[in-house]
């Protein structure tokens, strides 16, 4: 820590750069993030503009339904994903179980232990 200290104390014109370059870097993130929040703000304006303009009556409950069936939907997904992760831990589960078998039956042929792999 006190070599860091130091360092700091008699360089400091590279400190002053390092400084400069990472809040550059930090400006430009910050700055490509908020373009991005704009334009998706600026298409939902504009989607909701349409919707509106084609059916004013009834905006708000499309705008309700389609929440509605999103959220379905995601719940089917997240389902989904759920039955997927199942069947693959099973099937994790018995190749790990057929590995095993496999190392016991080759060590009783053998008649010594089976070789074991280092990582």
């Known amino acids: 820590m006190d070599n860091l200290i130091n ?3 008699t ?3 590279t400190i002053a750069v ?3 370059i990472l809040l550059l870097v930090v400006y430009v ?3 490509k993030l908020l373009k991005l929040a704009l334009l998706l703000i600026l298409l939902l304006v ?3 503009g349409y919707m509106y303009f084609k059916d004013p009556g ?3 409950s499309n705008i309700q339904d389609t929440f509605r069936k999103a959220k379905e939907q995601t719940g089917r997904v997240v389902e989904k994903g759920k039955s997927v992760y199942g069947k693959g831990k099973a099937i994790a589960e018995k190749g790990a179980s057929f590995s095993k078998d496999l190392k016991e039956v080759m060590k009783d042929e053998k ?3 089976a070789p ?3 990582r």
Do not use: P, S
């Open 18 to 20: 390092a400084v400069f």
């Open 111 to 113: 008649g010594d232990k």
């Open 11 to 13: 360089h400091q014109f």
């Open 116 to 118: 074991t792999r280092e």
């Open 7 to 9: 360092y700091a104390t």
């Open 46 to 48: 504009a989607v909701g």
């Open 58 to 60: 009834k905006g708000a």
């Open 29 to 31: 993130t910050f700055k």
